[in-house]
């Protein structure tokens, strides 16, 4: 099975609030990723954390790990409604290179004017 | 800085016929990965070239393959599509091929199989 799982699938917010997704793996990893993508759209990298830091911030992003229970979480705080896209986690490949990261199925965000 | 460029972004084929996406990586990236997105399965890896060569394959059949110039410019290549191979595929590129590091994503191109 996919190494990242995001809950919940789908998320639908009034704009000023609060998002919070969460993302759990199965095997050790060195840092794990948030991606972002609008509607069939490319993927834009959010942030990335490293298996050695609890938390990062950047702007109205927040996102923690938690290496021993293989989760992390994305806050994204005082939601716009441009911020309606899908989010992903994603993890490298055991034993794999930077460019072979394995990805959750995504959360689906929606942010109501 | 250009970002990452693939084409075509859309295209319609039908089963048993073959199509060819390109990929222009950032310029100095010399790394290249590939995905398939599609509703059921998510975001799959289907491979990474660096130098010219093909360093991860993910889980797909030898239908699917690509190559990488001297330029790092990518193709890559699926032959006798089948109605499963609809989706948008992803291309990716990154500096170098090291365990961390974000990837920057090209627009996709979308593959309707008819």
């Known amino acids: 099975s996919q190494q990242g799982e995001e809950d919940p699938q789908a998320l639908s917010i009034q704009e000023g609030e609060n998002a919070t997704m969460n993302c759990s793996y199965k095997t050790s990893i060195n840092n794990l990723q948030w991606y972002r993508q609008n509607s069939g759209r490319g993927l834009v990298h959010l942030i990335l954390i490293r298996s050695n830091e609890r938390e990062k911030h950047s702007g109205r992003l927040r996102v923690t790990l938690d290496t021993s229970k293989k989760s992390s979480s994305l806050l994204i705080t005082a939601s716009r409604a441009a911020d309606t896209a899908s989010y992903f986690c994603a993890t490298p490949h055991y034993g794999g290179s930077q460019g072979n990261l394995i990805f959750g199925k995504g959360t689906k965000l929606s942010v109501k004017p | 800085k250009a970002g990452v460029t693939q084409t075509p972004r859309y295209l319609i084929k039908t089963r048993g016929q073959q199509v060819t996406l390109s990929c222009s990586p950032i310029?100095?990236?010399?790394?290249v990965s590939w995905y398939q997105q599609t509703p059921g399965q998510g975001l799959q890896f289907l491979f990474e070239?660096?130098?010219?060569?093909?360093?991860n394959k993910g889980n797909f059949p030898g239908r699917f393959s690509g190559r990488q110039f001297s330029n790092s410019r990518s193709e890559m290549n699926v032959s006798t599509l089948e109605l499963g191979d609809s989706a948008l595929y992803l291309c990716a590129s990154s500096l170098a091929i090291q365990h961390t590091g974000e990837l920057f994503f090209g627009e996709g191109s979308r593959l309707t199989v008819l």
């Open positions: 070239y660096f130098s010219e060569t093909q360093r």
């Open positions: 310029s100095g990236h010399r790394s």
